[in-house]
T-cell receptor, first 110, second 110 residues
Framework: KQEVTQIPAALSVPEGENLVLNCSFT??????LQWFRQDPGKGLTSLLL?????REQTSGRLNASLDKSSGRSTLYIAASQPGDSATYLC?????????FGKGTSLLVTP | NAGVTQTPKFRVLKTGQSMTLLCAQD?????MYWYRQDPGMGLRLIHY???????AKGEVPDGYNVSRLKKQNFLLGLESAAPSQTSVYFC?????????FGPGTRLTVL
């Protein structure tokens, strides 16, 4: 069974800092890996999707990398803003299912 | 285009009562999913459907039933609610590799 772990569980940074969120998975036979954002009391919004054949994806200030061989992915957020405060979830796809990590709760303080 | 909608948004049940959660999508997606999200557990897949008239079990299907009579709707039923089913329930639909999530239903079973 795929196990997805996210470190750290919570993170607080001052506005303007660059930061890295980590995701690891136990089974490298994944189809793709996605990063989601979840605001309190809301659903999930897909941020970036990396296919298993890709190494990274970028969208604005966000950059996600994937290293299948080591079972790791990172989400890099540049020049963080208070509006980035949310929970960030990574999920691996194997077959039909998304296997989620428990998330990293990010707080960006002004 | 409303995307994925869930009804109701909140519900309180007594142990043993039954209810149905409705998920609707207007994007003509074939695949639909039901997840539950619990503190410290992340999102776990309950049931999913790969098309109208089909359903399949996910990671935590016990105590739930589903139906997909129409392509745009995916219903999740609880026949006899238990306190362990207190959770936030998310529905998602999928096109390509991207899942689109609804806003969630917060269910409390007393």
């Amino acid at each position: 069974k795929q196990e997805v772990t996210q470190i750290p569980a919570a993170l607080s940074v001052p506005e303007g800092e660059n930061l890295v969120l980590n995701c690891s998975f136990t089974d490298s036979a994944i189809y793709n890996l996605q990063w989601f954002r979840q605001d309190p009391g809301k659903g999930l919004t897909s941020l970036l999707l990396i296919q298993s054949s890709q190494r990274e994806q970028t969208s604005g200030r966000l950059n996600a990398s994937l290293d299948k061989s080591s079972g790791r992915s990172t989400l890099y957020i540049a020049a963080s803003q208070p509006g980035d405060s949310a929970t960030y979830l990574c999920a691996c796809t194997s077959g039909y299912a998304l296997n989620f990590g428990k998330g990293t709760s990010l707080l960006v303080t002004p | 285009n409303a995307g994925v909608t869930q009804t109701p948004k909140f519900r309180v049940l007594k142990t043993g009562q039954s209810m149905t959660l409705l998920c609707a999508q207007d994007m003509n997606h074939e695949y639909m999913y039901w997840y539950r999200q619990d503190p410290g557990m992340g999102l776990r897949l309950i049931h999913y459907s790969v098309g109208e008239g089909t359903t399949a079990k996910g990671e935590v299907p016990d105590g739930y039933n589903v139906s997909r009579l129409k392509k745009q709707n995916f219903l999740l039923g609880l026949e006899s609610a238990a306190p362990s089913q207190t959770s936030v329930y998310f529905c998602a639909s999928q096109t390509g590799d991207t899942q689109y999530f609804g806003p969630g239903t917060r269910l409390t079973v007393l």
